[in-house]
């Protein structure tokens, strides 16, 4: 539920130096390449009038429909949301290839067009729907047998988080049967609303909006509709389960199950590698973190955090305070009183907890406990925990480390997801 660092998933600006608009259209199929690692994936360019869209899709990074926007033609610049990386290369005939610089990583890309795409397996149509003024909007992954399938709703982790950051796993669901909803957090994408002024109580009436609107749908069997969500999703997805009514599971990921501020305690320390400083660093670290906590979810005055950290400015591990017009503080006063625990009690429905042994950004041993806990408490014993020895917050494989190269995954996430659904 962290919302200081956000994740992000890869997308890109890609330059091309092209003798025609046309060579661009269609699916190009081939690798990225940094440090002898090559990554398979596939880009898709289409074209609406005389304006280019694109999206590129990654098995190995567990992505897909990745949008890429602002495409032109000769020399077109490719943009994708929350871009880290930045593409230099030449379209000749059916090849396009070329240089890029991701950060300080650099690497070459070899594409190919591909003359013929599998055939999707599910189908999809662009939705709306409304929790009262506001107006959400997403894409609804449907099975391609006419039947009235179970489904599932994907809610947003932390941040300006659009609908593809979920499609992936949706379109993984929607292959096996689940009818699938997606859709961008209010004030991103088409969406209204802003998401920096959202309470968690707005954003789990905004997921509530999506089940109701889910159970309307006529490929959709309404009493079999539950939910995945992934950090803050995952933390909220009792008090979504509760706004909902009925649901037939949940599924929470990386969710926080101790107070928002330890869990930002824990977060903001390993962001600065506290357990890996010097006995004095470390203590003065963690008085800098304890400050800005207590300004942030405690109510304590701001000068505590603006006068530690005028004493702090000049440590290797020091970081900037956000600004006091940051959505940081408004956002920490809204939640710093949400207990996870109290809501978990409430649900009946099956539950599937997974965490990252490693996870850096919420406690997954303490929140596994607080939530079995409270779930025990309130007379649930259908639920499930899965942890995974070796990952982290994002399931990336953390252990053993890896230097340079792409990230990997835990490659078996999705089946599991999918598999522990179906057999509700």
Do not use: C
Request: net charge neutral; glycine share 10%; proline share 5%.
């Amino acid at each position: 539920m962290r919302v200081f660092v956000f994740v992000t998933f890869l997308s890109a600006f890609i330059t091309l130096r092209s003798a025609q608009a046309d060579d661009l259209a269609g699916g190009w199929k081939g690798t990225w390449t940094k440090d002898a690692d090559a990554l398979p994936v596939t880009v898709t360019f289409a074209k609406t009038g005389d304006a280019y869209s694109g999206a590129f899709d990654s098995d190995a990074l567990q992505v897909a429909g990745i949008p890429l926007s602002d495409v032109s033609g000769t020399n077109g610049r490719v943009q994708g949301d929350q871009s880290t990386a930045v593409f230099d290369g030449a379209i000749t005939g059916k090849a396009m290839s070329g240089t890029f610089t991701d950060r300080s990583d650099k690497g070459t890309f070899e594409l190919l067009r591909a003359a013929g795409l599998p055939a999707a397996q599910i189908r999809s149509r662009g939705v709306t729907f409304q929790n009262g003024d506001v107006s959400l909007a997403g894409t609804l992954l449907l099975p391609s047998t006419p039947s009235k399938h179970p489904a599932i709703v994907f809610l947003h982790g932390s941040g300006p988080e659009g609908r593809w950051a979920n499609r992936y796993l949706a379109q993984k669901f929607a292959e096996r049967g689940v009818v699938a909803l997606i859709y961008d957090k209010r004030g991103v994408g088409q969406s209204r609303g802003d998401w920096r002024k959202a309470t968690f109580e707005a954003l789990a009436d905004d997921a509530a909006a999506g089940i109701r609107f889910l159970q309307s749908q006529s490929e959709v069997d309404a009493t079999r509709v539950g939910i995945y969500g992934h950090s803050q999703g995952g933390t909220i997805a009792p008090l979504v389960g509760i706004r909902a009514g009925d649901l037939r599971f949940v599924i929470a990921s990386a969710a926080g199950g101790t107070n928002p501020a330890d869990v930002e305690t824990y977060s903001v320390g390993n962001s600065i590698g506290i357990a890996k400083l010097p006995p004095a660093e470390r203590a003065d670290a963690q008085s800098y973190v304890h400050a800005l906590v207590d300004v942030a979810f405690r109510g304590k005055d701001h000068a505590l955090v603006d006068a530690i950290a005028a004493k702090f400015k000049n440590r290797a591990w020091y970081f900037a305070p956000p600004a006091p017009d940051n959505y940081y503080w408004l956002f920490s006063k809204q939640s710093a009183a949400f207990r996870p625990a109290e809501y978990w009690q409430r649900i009946k429905a099956p539950v599937l907890l997974i965490y990252g042994a490693h996870d850096e950004r919420v406690p997954p041993r303490e929140s596994a406990s607080v939530i079995q806990a409270a779930l025990k408490s309130g007379g649930n014993a259908n639920v499930t925990l899965k942890t995974y020895s070796d990952s982290d917050h994002t399931f990336t494989i953390v252990d053993p480390p890896r230097t340079g190269g792409w990230p990997k995954h835990e490659l078996d996430y999705a089946d599991m997801l999918v598999n522990w659904t179906l057999a509700r």
